[in-house]
Each structure stands twice: as structure tokens, then as C-alpha cells.
């Protein structure tokens, strides 16, 4: 949902706060109330929508939070002008808003997209000079920890994931802001598909358990096309549960 078409929710989700309106009862004074608990998630959705975009400082955000107090018609009504506001504002180009941003799992899934284009363009140096050319999985991982860069502050390489039955472990990249660790593989003679998926879905076992992760990814490089149905797999390994997220991307 674009911002301009959130913003029109949010005034539709408020006149619907107003329709609910009950007067007092006959013989009690007070002012006109609406539905406390659909007024409590409009309020609470307004206030989150316009900090995010505005900040907590802004005239929006204030003037909002100031005024709309309780559910009483007039407390509504302000807080759907202010919303009013923010949306002729929008459509008249007069306010800059906050772009929608990439979660850390779709850029580290544009780094997936992207790795075999930056693996060729390696290879095609002006007057040949010496590069870098995708041999094996070390060579893999050592491009896509420098392009992690380009993102992401706190790359930790080589953390040991918890042991399994005396075996034990190393994760090629833990995110640990983001509670993400990427692990790396590519396909050669001999690791194709079932192999492939065979050590992934014994990695997504052993990463369910780490104190550090709460999404894996796993990026198959497979320039040669060993995988051949590759969405099939991706479709067999990602899982969402509470324990672990799961999105594997095979490629190209």
C-alpha cells in the first residue's frame, strides 16, 4: 500500500470510528462516545503511520497526539482534519514523505539477483588485468561478504552455530543487528539439487537452535544450471514459523 493510499485508510478508518457514535443513556450528561476499542486501533495506527513518515516532532504527529484523547466525536473529527491535511498536502506536492524501505531480507535478496552480474563484469577487465573469477565456494563467499558491505555494518564471519550430535558448525555470515545469518553454497560436480538440499535442510536444523538467528538465508550460487528446477527447491527449503524464517535463493 502506497503512503497517499494509507493515508485515505486512516480517514476512512476514523469516519468508520464515527459511525459507531452512541449518545449517553437517557437522563446522564456527557459527550457523544464512539466504539472505545475501534477508536484505540485508529488512534494507534494514525500515531505509528505519521511518525514514521513525519517523525515524533512534526506539527502532524503533535497535533494528533495532543487532541486526539479520547473517543468523543469532536476529538475524532480533529484527528481526521489533521489526516485531511496531511493528504491535500501529499496530493499537492507541498510535503516530502518518507519512501517506503527495504526490509534487510529483501536487499540481501537484491544481493542474490545481482551476485552473478557482479561475478561477470569481475571477469572483463579493461586490457585484461588480473581479477577475480568464481572458482568455488570460498570465492563465493568472499564477493558476497564485500557486497554485504554495501548494507550492513556488523558482518560476522565464521560464528559457530550450536554443535548437533558432536558435530558442529560455522555460519558463513551472521547479521546480528538484524538476527539474519546468510549461509553460502555452490553448486559443482557432485553437489547438485539433492546434495544441495540435503545440506541445507541439515543447516535449517541446526540454525532453528542459534541464540543469534532468527531468519536464514541461503543464497545457492549455480552458474552452470546444475539445479534444474530451481523454484522448486527454493520452494521445498523456506518455511516461516515463530523458530526460524527460511528463504532460500537460488541463482542464476
Known amino acids: 500500500m502506497g503512503i497517499l493510499e494509507k493515508v485515505y485508510s486512516l480517514i476512512d478508518k476514523g469516519n468508520g470510528v464515527l459511525a459507531s457514535y ?13 466504539d472505545s476499542g475501534l477508536f484505540a486501533t485508529w488512534k494507534t495506527q494514525s500515531l505509528s503511520f505519521l511518525e514514521k513518515q513525519f517523525s515524533s516532532t512534526s506539527p502532524y504527529y503533535l497535533e494528533f497526539q495532543d487532541k486526539v484523547k479520547k473517543a468523543y466525536t469532536g476529538s475524532i473529527r480533529t484527528g481526521i482534519g489533521v489526516l485531511e491535511a496531511v493528504k491535500e498536502e501529499i496530493e499537492s506536492g507541498e510535503i516530502s514523505i518518507a519512501t517506503d524501505t527495504k526490509s534487510p531480507i529483501q536487499i540481501i535478496e537484491n544481493l542474490c539477483d545481482r551476485f552473478h552480474l557482479v561475478a561477470r563484469q569481475l571477469r572483463e577487465r579493461y586490457n585484461e588485468r588480473e581479477t577475480m573469477d568464481i572458482q568455488d565456494e570460498y570465492d563465493v ?14 558482518i560476522r564471519a565464521e560464528e559457530w552455530a550450536p ?12 547479521l546480528k543487528p538484524e538476527r539474519i545469518v546468510v549461509e553460502i553454497k555452490k553448486t559443482r560436480k557432485g553437489l547438485g539439487a539433492k546434495e544441495v538440499g540435503s545440506q541445507l535442510i541439515e543447516d535449517i536444523h541446526r540454525y532453528s537452535s542459534h541464540p543469534d538467528c532468527d531468519a ?22 523456506n518455511k516461516d514459523t515463530d523458530e526460524l ?3 532460500t535463493y537460488i541463482r542464476p
Open 22 to 34: 452512541r449518545s449517553p443513556p437517557p437522563n446522564v450528561i456527557g459527550f457523544p462516545t464512539c
Open 245 to 247: 524464517v527460511v528463504k
Open 216 to 237: 536464514l538465508v541461503c543464497f545457492v550460487y549455480d552458474p552452470d544450471g546444475r539445479v534444474a528446477n530451481p523454484r522448486g527447491l527454493e520452494s521445498d527449503l
Open 163 to 174: 554443535s548437533n550430535a558432536g558435530k558442529s558448525t560455522r555460519v558463513d555470515f551472521l
Open 141 to 154: 563467499q568472499d564477493l558476497f561478504h564485500a557486497l554485504l558491505h554495501l548494507e550492513f555494518e556488523d
